[in-house]
């Protein structure tokens, strides 16, 4: 696996699943009963923006020390910049910016649970440095993939799962959509995410007709897409979305505002505008 997070650390995409991270898990919190959160592609954890890594790709530039400057309008951003901003070390400045899982960790209460998988061991050993003590926090050093069929469901019943590949191999978009389904076949009455990347659109349209036929169940699928460019180059990463099985009732409403906020300050000229939709209503 040649992926490094580090590079991409804080980027608009990272933006974009951890803005959405959090309205879900704020919405998940209104009721008071214990949480999971389920991560089958987890990372290292935390990344110094700051690093010889995020220095040479620069695109913290253009993601999470932009969108810093605001005082947004949404709760549900204001939540997602309050934690990184809150952060240990970025007192004087952004310095440090949080993967998924500590994304959930911050958020999370003591009664809630993590379970993050993730292949590679050196990142597997960091979130245990990172967690160390945190009797929440499980770590398994083994395939995501395969962590979908072991891990599901998990104890609380409660919660969220986030698949989010690293999208190097061609197949990772069929592989998506196939953990969704069987991520529903295992945990019913979980919430399902998925972040994908978006470079030329008319690559997505398998994915999208993959997705028509998916055996997904009757709690709806919501797509919260945002694109800073054009998105008709394959070469670069142009927008990235999250797929949301199953969310919590309200938390289209509250991606609606995070969205145009987050698009308003991160596009680009041509960017189109965002998409929030749903792919199939709630039965």
């Known amino acids: 696996m040649n992926y490094r997070h580090a590079f991409h650390a804080g980027n608009f995409a990272d933006v974009l699943k951890h803005a959405v991270l959090c309205a879900l898990l704020r919405r998940l919190q209104l009721r008071p009963k214990p949480l999971s959160y ?10 110094w923006l700051d690093g010889p890594e ?3 790709s620069g695109e913290a530039a253009d993601g999470i020390l932009r969108l810093a400057r605001l005082q947004p309008a949404s709760p549900a951003l204001a939540t997602y910049l309050d934690l990184v901003r809150g952060l ?3 007192e004087q400045g952004i310095r440090i910016y949080p993967g998924s899982p500590l994304v959930a960790a911050r958020l999370l209460g003591a009664q809630d649970r993590l379970v993050l998988s993730e292949l590679v061991p050196d990142e597997a050993a960091g979130l245990r440095r990172l967690f160390r003590g945190d009797a929440r926090v499980a770590v398994h050093c ?3 993939w395969e962590a979908l ?4 469901p998990p104890t609380p019943k409660r919660g969220l799962l986030l ?3 690293p999208y190097e191999a061609p197949d990772d978009l069929e592989r998506v959509v196939a953990g969704l389904v069987l991520a529903r076949q295992r945990w019913p009455v979980g919430v399902l995410a998925a972040w994908y ?3 030329d659109r008319r690559a997505l349209r398998p994915f999208e007709r993959a997705l028509d036929r998916a055996e997904l169940g009757p709690g709806g699928v919501l797509r919260a897409e945002v694109a800073v460019r054009p998105d008709d180059n394959p070469g670069s990463l142009n927008g990235s979305g999250m797929l949301l099985v199953a969310p919590p009732w309200g938390v289209a409403d509250d ?5 145009e906020e987050t698009w308003g300050a991160l596009r680009q000229p041509g960017a189109p505008p965002p998409r929030l939709e749903w792919l199939r209503p709630p039965a």
């Not at 069929?149 to 599901?152: I, K, Q």
């Not at 991606?255 to 969205?259: E, I, S, T, V, W």
Request: charged share 25%; no cysteine; aromatic share 2%.
């Open 142 to 144: 083994r395939d995501g």
């Open 149 to 152: 069929g072991a891990l599901l």
């Open 163 to 165: 698949i989010d590949p």
């Open 197 to 199: 990347p978006v470079k």
């Open 255 to 259: 991606l609606r505002a995070l969205l």
């Open 54 to 56: 995020a220095r040479r």
């Open 88 to 90: 240990p070390g970025n």
């Open 38 to 47: 389920v991560e089958t592609h987890a990372g290292a954890g935390a990344f």
